[in-house]
């Protein structure tokens, strides 16, 4: 192979691989709360009473016109009980400054668990809740700086809502498999 084609080849596949992020003429917007969570955050939290470790990952996906962030977890006390997730969002608003979001939950339970979500976005964040039979899981995501809070609560028909998980995570460099 001569040299310049070595480097045609290169460069093809370095084009290949580098991301677009430029959503597609007429797109529905993504809502700055959404663009602020891209890159990676590390932290720790709780889910019922169990500590846990928690890294999320979140970059643009479809030339920009979602996000998506995964989720993977370990109990603090037995790194072997595993969990992860892996969550779609996207502008569900069509004006520049829209705060309606739309969500998709996925996660290591398999497929009997995914829920679509709504939510809007706000200064500090967003919410979504997804819906599931009987009862609402309402996820609240609030950045401030290199700060970030996200808590689960759970909605059963008219009782209080009940705490399920939070975590305090903080931004983290990203491993070149996550970003």
């Given at each position: 192979m001569s040299i310049s084609k070595l480097i045609f080849a290169v460069a093809?596949?370095?084009?290949?691989?580098?991301p677009s992020t430029a959503a597609q003429p007429g797109a529905t917007p993504v809502p700055s709360a959404l663009s602020a969570l891209q890159g990676c955050w590390r932290g720790v939290g709780e889910v019922g009473k169990k500590?846990?470790?928690?890294?999320l990952a979140?970059?643009?996906?479809?030339?920009?016109?979602?996000?998506?962030?995964?989720?993977?977890?370990?109990?603090?006390?037995?790194?072997?009980?595993?969990?992860?997730?892996?969550l779609l969002f996207g502008g569900a608003d069509p004006r520049p400054d829209g705060d309606d979001i739309m969500g998709f939950w996925a996660d290591s339970f398999g497929g009997a668990y995914t829920a679509l979500g709504r939510g809007k976005s706000r200064p500090d964040g967003f919410e979504i809740t997804y819906l599931y039979p009987g009862d609402a899981f309402v996820n609240r995501w609030t950045l401030?700086?290199?700060q970030l809070k996200w808590s689960i609560v759970e909605r059963a028909g008219q009782q209080a809502e009940k705490v399920f998980a939070s975590y305090a995570l903080k931004k983290a460099p990203c491993n070149p498999a996550s970003s």
């Open positions: 093809a596949g370095l084009a290949a691989a580098t500590q846990v470790v928690v890294a979140s970059r643009a996906i479809l030339d920009g016109a979602m996000v998506v962030v995964d989720v993977d977890s370990s109990a603090a006390a037995d790194p072997k009980d595993r969990y992860s997730a892996h401030s700086g290199e």
